[in-house]
């Protein structure tokens, strides 16, 4: 694999002298379009078929296409071309094909089908009309369309359980402007509520009942808040919706108790709770992991890519927007215990990174993208921030291990 080897986040440090900018190497990362090698010129194949064949959203609009993600997790754990072919045949018989949207979108009226998820071919065929004006800069398109304006779109990148976020992230790890263009489309389709607690100020200013610098303490409160306790009774994705509908008081009192005054600290301590929450488990499902609690880990992932290559003023924000999803389907998973001493007390047993990505590119679960995806996330993690106690590593091999399906919906 041609790639670019980067040094671990210790050899960085100090960073910055500059409070609120968070000063992170690039991610290993792979110029897909240069490469030569057998399995990236699979993948990048693979890509751009999804890409043509392959609708963002499918089943009547409701799940996201995970083809993108799936091969390129897998990709960067070492899959090889087989590999990868044996991945697409099996995820793409899930997908839809594109269908014509109601009308085009226009530079003119782009903004007015936000959150149209009908729109979805208009858009992807919008953002690539507007590759070509902006000479196949990629990179520039993501610019123009995310960050600008009174209200970017970048401040709802976390909607649909950051699926748009993950893309996006994926898009700058291969450098790949069909998942570019894939990640702006699904920012587009999927815009929500998220933007509003972002773009006014109002939501951010109000005092809360405690402050903490620490994320876990605040997760503390929130398992020991007798109103939350009471909100629901069973675990699902509807519980979010309610969540934000008729308690959006207490869930804003939490968010803006966690206050970011060291980030790249406190990043690193959210990277880990991110870990530890992959194997946490509620009182309702006993050997299932949690569908919702593994994108919590998937999107930290996600913000670790992009916070070297998005505008400053963004980042802080993109953590709070990673918060405030990880805040609502911790409520919503009915705030689960999470087990950070039985990770660091987990046997190994002689097993090591390379045994964790053949689970993750041969193993009977080798299909299912959040899976894959969880694995790809820690290994990261570890090379991020470096794992003197081995807490990535035993979090990887404990959930490799013990996964036999996803839990968590009700």
Not at 71 to 97: I, P, V
Not at 318 to 332: E, F, G, N
Not at 394 to 402: H, L, P, R, T, Y
Request: proline share 5%; glycine share 4%.
């Amino acid at each position: 694999m041609l790639s670019i080897s980067l040094p671990s986040l210790r050899s960085f440090l100090p960073f910055s002298k500059e409070k609120d900018v968070i000063n992170l190497p690039a991610v290993e990362s792979l110029d897909i379009e240069s490469t030569q090698e057998k399995p990236a010129r699979a993948l990048k194949h693979l890509l751009k078929l999804n890409h043509a064949n392959h609708a963002i959203l499918y089943n009547n609009l409701k799940f996201h296409n995970h083809a993108p993600h799936l091969l390129s997790a897998a990709f960067l754990q070492g899959s090889d071309a087989e590999d990868l072919n044996r991945l697409y045949e099996t995820e793409s018989k899930l997908l839809d094909a594109w269908v014509d949207s109601p009308a085009e979108v226009t530079p003119d009226d782009w903004r007015d089908h936000l959150g149209c998820r009908e729109y979805q071919k208009a858009f992807v065929d919008f953002y690539e009309d507007e590759l070509v004006r902006l000479n196949y800069d990629w990179k520039e398109v993501v610019s123009e369309y995310l960050f600008s304006g009174d209200e970017p779109v970048f401040n709802s990148i976390i909607a649909d359980l950051g699926h748009p976020l993950i893309h996006l992230a994926y898009a700058y790890e291969l450098s790949s402007r069909e998942v570019a263009m894939e990640a702006l489309g699904l920012a587009s389709v999927c815009y929500g509520r998220t933007h509003e607690y972002l773009d006014r100020p109002a939501f951010s200013q109000e005092e809360p009942s405690y402050n903490a610098s620490s994320i876990f303490t605040v997760l503390t409160n929130v398992r020991l808040d007798n109103d939350v306790e009471g909100f629901f009774t069973t675990p699902g994705n509807d519980n979010m919706e309610q969540l934000f509908s008729k308690h959006e008081a207490v869930l804003l009192n939490h968010w803006n108790a966690w206050k970011i005054e060291n980030p790249i600290e406190q990043f690193r301590e959210s990277q880990q709770l991110a870990a530890g929450l992959l194997l946490a488990t509620h009182k309702h499902q006993t050997k299932a992991h949690d569908f919702f609690l593994v994108h919590i880990l998937t999107t930290s992932h996600a913000v670790r890519v992009l916070l070297p290559f998005i505008p400053p003023k963004f980042q802080i924000p993109l953590i709070r927007q990673w918060w405030l999803m990880t805040l609502a389907i911790y409520i919503s998973q009915l705030c689960p215990d999470i087990p950070v001493d039985e990770i660091h007390q987990f046997d190994l047993q002689g097993r090591n990174w390379d045994w964790v990505a053949g689970k993750a590119i041969r193993s009977i679960h080798s299909t299912d993208a959040h899976y894959v995806k969880a694995l790809r996330s820690l290994k990261q993690m570890e090379t991020t921030w470096g794992d003197q106690d081995a807490f990535y590593l035993k979090a990887a091999v404990k959930f490799a291990d013990e996964f036999n399906g996803w839990g968590g919906f009700m």
